[in-house]
Each structure stands twice: as structure tokens, then as C-alpha cells.
């Protein structure tokens, strides 16, 4: 089976108080988007592609010794809007598209194996990678078909009825799709909210609506899924990369 992959580095951080592309801040010694990339590489799949925008130039120069193509997202219209740079270097792709964050380097290599696999025998539209926090305040909630790989819905934290709030576990925002089914439906999502920006989660919306399959593996290590978005995160991710999380 065919894999590509899409990393999504476009954002500035502005929570970092530093004006530098947010996947160039340094973890020991190392932009984070190194990290990213070095799991990418090692899945070998047929294709990476680079989402960048921020600082387009510095992040190619900083990732010009891997293996990827760059996708131009200007201006920066959501998550979902950046998906929609790599289509054209994803025209006909027959396989599957893993979709990672540049921001989240503590994913490991195995559990990506785990949830590319799980998503192939599954034979699934989409799979979340997933985690259960004591507290997830703030998460979208995967919401279980009873007993099963299945996933219902799922929910934002602000949508989220007082029962589904019970529900401990979360969306990590990294996910497996049969590229086809990817691309034709994020042609039908909309900006029509708040942020009026095209948020890749509605994508699932178009998949339950067709009664898509989308299926959830659940990480055994939280920590795999935290992402950085503060100084304070930045820190917490080096000692869990020093510590072989």
C-alpha cells in the first residue's frame, strides 16, 4: 500500500512570544520540525509533503536535507485549508495519507505504525490516533460506537453535551486517510464559523454524513500526542525526548 505524508508547519505560534516560525524553535539543540520529519522518513512512504507558510523560506532552508516537497498555504485559512496546499502534489495519489503536525515531535514511530496498520485491516475512510487524559478539558471527544474501533462523532469540548464531556478521550489531530476520500471532502467543507477558517475536523462531518468508516486507535502514552504551543510545552518536550518518551 502506497503511504504519503503531510506535515503541517505553517503557523507562526504567537503563544511562543517569539516572532520565529513555531516549528524552528530549537529542542535541544534541534528545530522541532526535525523531529517530525526524522519519524516521517523512517515510514518511507512514497511522498512528504511540507505545509508551509510562516517564514516559508527559513523553514525550506531548515528542511532542504529531507526528502519533501514544500505546499505554499498563504494566507493561513485553517487546518483544513492547509490540507488543501497538498493536493496538488497529491493529485491521484493512490494510497494513504498520514497527516501529522510539525509542532508534534513525542509521536512515535511505532505507534504510527500501529495506526496505519489498524486503519488498513480496519479498511477505514479515517483513523484518529487518540489518548485518555484525566483531564481533558478543552480536547474534542471521540465518541465510540459501544464496544468498538468505531467512532459515532466527534465532538469539540465548547459542543460537547454534559454526557460526552465525560468522556475522556480526545482527538490528538493526527490522522490516516484514504487520500481519495480526503481530498473529495474537503472540497465540501466550508468556512461558514466564527474564525470563518476551513478547520479539518469538519472533514469527519462529511464522512459521517456519507457513512464513511472512521475508526480510533488509542495511544497507551499521553504524552505522545502534546504538541507545542507555549515555551513552557517546548520545555516539557525536551525532557521527554532527553527521557525517550
Given at each position: 500500500?502506497?503511504?504519503?505524508?503531510?506535515?503541517?508547519?505553517?503557523?507562526?505560534?504567537?503563544?511562543?512570544?517569539?516572532?520565529?516560525?513555531?516549528?524552528?524553535?530549537?529542542?535541544?539543540?534541534?528545530?522541532?520540525?526535525?523531529?517530525?520529519?526524522?519519524?516521517?522518513?523512517?515510514?518511507?512512504?512514497?511522498?512528504?509533503?511540507?505545509?508551509?507558510?510562516?517564514?516559508?523560506?527559513?523553514?525550506?532552508?531548515?528542511?532542504?536535507?529531507?526528502?519533501?516537497?514544500?505546499?505554499?498555504?498563504?494566507?493561513?485559512?485553517?487546518?483544513?485549508?492547509?490540507?488543501?496546499?497538498?493536493?496538488?502534489?497529491?493529485?491521484?495519489?493512490?494510497?494513504?495519507?498520514?497527516?501529522?503536525?510539525?509542532?508534534?515531535?513525542l509521536v512515535s514511530n511505532s505507534t504510527l505504525k500501529d495506526l496505519i496498520d489498524n486503519h488498513r485491516?480496519?479498511?477505514?475512510?479515517?483513523?484518529?490516533?487518540?489518548?485518555?487524559?484525566?483531564?481533558?478539558?478543552?480536547?474534542?471527544?471521540?465518541?465510540?460506537?459501544?464496544?468498538?474501533?468505531?467512532?459515532?462523532?466527534?465532538?469539540?469540548?465548547?459542543?460537547?453535551?454534559?454526557?460526552?464531556?465525560?468522556?475522556?478521550?480526545?482527538?490528538?489531530?493526527?490522522?490516516?486517510?484514504?487520500?481519495?476520500?480526503?481530498?473529495?471532502?474537503?472540497?465540501?467543507?466550508?468556512?461558514?464559523?466564527?474564525?470563518?477558517?476551513?478547520?479539518?475536523?469538519?472533514?469527519?462531518?462529511?464522512?459521517?454524513?456519507?457513512?464513511?468508516?472512521?475508526c480510533a486507535l488509542r495511544t497507551k502514552n499521553a504524552d505522545e500526542i502534546k504538541g507545542i504551543n507555549t515555551v513552557e510545552q517546548l520545555r516539557e518536550a525536551?525532557?521527554?525526548?532527553?527521557?525517550?518518551?
Amino acid at each position: 500500500m502506497s503511504l504519503a505524508i503531510i506535515i503541517m508547519a505553517a503557523g507562526k505560534g504567537t503563544r511562543m512570544k517569539s516572532d520565529l516560525a513555531k516549528v524552528l524553535h530549537k529542542v535541544n539543540g534541534r528545530p522541532v520540525i526535525e523531529y517530525v520529519l526524522e519519524k516521517s522518513t523512517a515510514l518511507a512512504p512514497d511522498k512528504i509533503v511540507l505545509i508551509v507558510g510562516h517564514q516559508a523560506d527559513k523553514v525550506k532552508e531548515a528542511t532542504a536535507n529531507f526528502p519533501v516537497e514544500w505546499a505554499l498555504q498563504e494566507p493561513q485559512l485553517g487546518t483544513g485549508h492547509a490540507v488543501m496546499q497538498a493536493e496538488e502534489h497529491l493529485r491521484s495519489f493512490p494510497g494513504d495519507i498520514l497527516i501529522l503536525s510539525g509542532d508534534a515531535p513525542l509521536v512515535s514511530n511505532s505507534t504510527l505504525k500501529d495506526l496505519i496498520d489498524n486503519h488498513r485491516i480496519e479498511n477505514a475512510a479515517a483513523t484518529v490516533l487518540t489518548a485518555h487524559l484525566e483531564n481533558p478539558s478543552g480536547y474534542g471527544r471521540i465518541i465510540r460506537y459501544k464496544d468498538s474501533n468505531t467512532v459515532s462523532k466527534i465532538v469539540e469540548h465548547k459542543d460537547a453535551t454534559p454526557e460526552e464531556l465525560l468522556v475522556k478521550e480526545i482527538n490528538s489531530g493526527i490522522y490516516v486517510f484514504k487520500a481519495d476520500i480526503l481530498f473529495r471532502s474537503l472540497h465540501q467543507i466550508t468556512n461558514d464559523n466564527a474564525q470563518q477558517e476551513y478547520y479539518l475536523t469538519d472533514v469527519f462531518s462529511v464522512c459521517f454524513g456519507k457513512g464513511e468508516k472512521v475508526c480510533a486507535l488509542r495511544t497507551k502514552n499521553a504524552d505522545e500526542i502534546k504538541g507545542i504551543n507555549t515555551v513552557e510545552q517546548l520545555r516539557e518536550a525536551e525532557k521527554l525526548l532527553l527521557h525517550g518518551s
